[in-house]
């Protein structure tokens, strides 16, 4: 069983930055693929950047260039630095882990942009 929760979600003008963190627990976690979706209200949620176990990431075009996802092993925690942030960039955005046909999700963190 893996366990995620994520943090570091709140208010932030156009322009601004923003951390998200997501803290997992769980055996064999760093053998899981871990990302960040999001959830725009009234719209699906969508993919946002993805690191696998061996460490190479992957982004969806709006967040080429401006998101960072990185991962720290040790303390078991996925994270997605934003820059340049926009507000249709304002969304719930959740932390998930996936190996195989296991796929585990936090209860997500809401970004606001906004002036």
């Known amino acids: 069983q893996v366990q995620l929760v994520e943090s570091g979600g709140g208010l932030v003008q156009p322009g601004g930055s923003l951390r998200l963190s997501c803290a997992g627990s769980?055996?064999?976690?760093?053998?899981?693929?871990m990302g960040w979706s999001r959830q725009a209200p009234g719209k699906q949620r969508e993919s946002v950047a993805m690191i696998s176990s061996s460490d190479g990431t992957w982004y969806e075009d709006p967040a080429k260039g401006r998101f960072t996802i990185a991962r720290d092993y040790a303390k078991n925690i996925v994270y997605l630095q934003m820059t340049n942030l926009k507000p249709e960039d304002t969304a719930v955005y959740y932390c998930y882990a996936r190996r195989n046909v296991l796929e585990y999700w936090g209860q997500g963190t809401q970004v606001t942009v906004s002036s």
């Open positions: 769980g055996s064999f976690l760093s053998e899981y693929d």
